[in-house]
């Protein structure tokens, strides 16, 4: 099975809105943290949105607060991210993420991995 799966990524205009789904078998689904990250050609991974799924603390860089919002279904074993006010620069790769342990850190400290579903923003 699949660890993590996601779903929802278009094309869209700027200004536009998209939903994304990652939907987790239960081992992954019941780690700590849960995320959302991006990654465009010739970048790094960033961090877009991450949940502390015990303390329910959230993370969000500069570049999507107010815009962007992770939540959660637990009975459907999913985490959403609710994406608003869409721009060119939002366009990436889009991967759902999870953890154990401390949540806020690097991309690259998140042990499970999607395949990715990706978001393109035209002007």
């Known amino acids: 099975q699949v660890p993590l799966t996601e779903s929802g990524g278009d094309s869209v205009q700027a200004g536009g809105s998209l939903k994304l789904s990652c939907a987790a078998s239960?081992?992954?689904?019941?780690?700590?943290?849960m995320g959302w990250f991006r990654q465009a050609p010739g970048k790094e991974r960033e961090r877009v949105a991450v949940?502390?799924?015990?303390?329910?603390?959230?993370y969000y860089p500069n570049s999507v607060r107010g815009r962007f919002t992770i939540a959660q279904d637990n009975a459907k074993n999913t985490v959403y991210l609710l994406m608003n006010s869409l721009k060119p620069e939002d366009t990436a790769m889009y991967y759902c993420?999870?953890?154990?342990?401390?949540?806020?850190?690097?991309?690259?400290?998140?042990?499970?991995w999607g395949q990715g579903t990706q978001v393109t923003v035209s002007s």
């Open positions: 993420g999870a953890k154990d342990g401390n949540c806020d850190v690097s991309p690259y400290e998140f042990n499970y």
């Open positions: 949940i502390n799924r015990r303390g329910g603390n959230t």
């Open positions: 239960g081992y992954y689904y019941t780690r700590t943290c």
